[in-house]
């Protein structure tokens, strides 16, 4: 027999740790090859691990919401192949010392500590009732604000003594500014020093990839005296939890405004071209490459084209710093089943015809419905497209998508009366129109450029030729 260790596999360029959400299996089970063990979840998507060995589940590493770099041992397989394994004493070594230090008991596990040695003298015993009675007055560490801890580091914050207050202290390095093991003994060994804190007083929230938030200013927070005001709920309510991608958006959008001064350009377009031409060569494009031509590639592929015309709306803000994007990747927010939004992400898009563009906008927002997306490909978006036509909406103000600068609405397509010029003279004919709604971070994005993006958007979509062949 040996023993195999299942390992956090590698999910994306981008993508460097990843949220235990749910064990499928338990201690003592059998798994079959490549069945899943456990469900994990990065900013945006969730995904299974699945086992690379048939043996027996003998240990779990990690405890649900505990966040698991790329690369770490979730869980050890015990297997009856000595293939892709370790020498036992190693393995168990090692098991021992993280579940002394890194880990602390769950129910699954009611006999972890059945090892140690029972204390046979009364000066063992005084010392384990002592270190009973500390355990019990350990401050209780929780999390009913904004900032997450893992089982980890509460169990270290409970035995060292440190408060709900001192603890908020801590600088996190981990997703979402949240705290890490490496975080917390780093502030045990300078303990007594005066606590960083994640963000100066008046410093802006910083995004270290297009869906992590470090929340900024907890001084402001501390206080109970500032803590919202619980709703009023009777008999009659409803009361129903936020699921977890809901809190991460919501997240995402509040700091997303406390962060970029949101300013909007709107602008009418005449799209009946399109909407012609599209009429008229849908059913021979679904015949030929087996795809639906809808309008979102056509819009895609024009407002690629306008980011390489203007290549600073293609940009992110790093504290002073403007980072200017080479590639330009659009994100396309699609909606869930759930209610929730998603964003995958169409890299290198201005490198895409319309046929390559209608492949990939489909293939995204189908694989996105049924939650079959990569955990890549909802990273590294430059600027985002919001469709709110879908529902009917005229017009819309979305939020920006951080660290990105931008972010375009299309609005339902309608037929209007407008007035058409021609050389013979004006007269009112029925069109199709919508409308583009721009917004864009004035920090970086001012009036002109914001309103040129869009204009030009709006001119591409309007000169667009009915004789277009694909």
Known sequence: MAKFELKLPKMGESVAEATLTTWLKEVGDTIELDEPIVEIATDKVDSEVPSEVEGILIEKRYNVDDVIKVGETIAIIETESDTNTEENSTVKSETAE????????????????????????????????????????APVINNDGERFYSPLVKNIAQRENISQEELDQVEGSG?????TKENILAYLENRGETPKKSAE?????????????????????????????AASVNGKDEIIEMSRMGKMIAKHMVASVQTAAHVQSFIEVDVTNIWNWRNKVKNDFMKREGEKLTFTPIFMQAIAKTIREFPMINISLDGDTVIKKKDINLGMAAALPSGNLIVPVIKNADQLNLVGMA???????????????????????TYTVTNVGTFGSVMGTPIINQPQVAILALGA??????????????????RHKMFLSHSYDHRVVN????????????????????????
Do not use: C, M, Y
């Not at 397509?413 to 009112?428: C, H, L, N, S």
């Open 359 to 381: 492949k990939a906008v489909n293939d995204l927002a189908n694989r996105a419905r049924n939650g079959k997306l990569k955990p890549d490909e909802t990273q590294g978006g």
């Open 98 to 137: 993280e579940n002394e230090s890194d880990k602390s008991e769950t129910d699954e596990n009611p006999d972890a500590s059945s090892g140690d040695p029972v204390p046979d003298t009364l000066k063992d015993v005084e010392k384990t009732v002592e270190h009973g009675a500390e355990t019990a007055a």
């Open 447 to 470: 009036g002109a450029l914001g309103g040129q993006f869009v204009q030009r958007v709006a001119q591409h979509l309007e000169a667009w030729d009915v004789n277009e062949k694909i």
């Open 413 to 430: 397509i309608r037929k209007v009366p407008a007035v058409i010029e021609t050389p013979e003279g004006d007269f009112i004919g029925i």
């Open 175 to 179: 997703l979402e500014g949240r705290v």
């Open 201 to 229: 007083k008046g410093q802006k929230p910083t995004f270290s990839d297009q869906n992590s938030v470090a929340i900024a200013d907890k001084s402001s927070k501390t206080s109970k005296s500032s803590a919202p005001v």
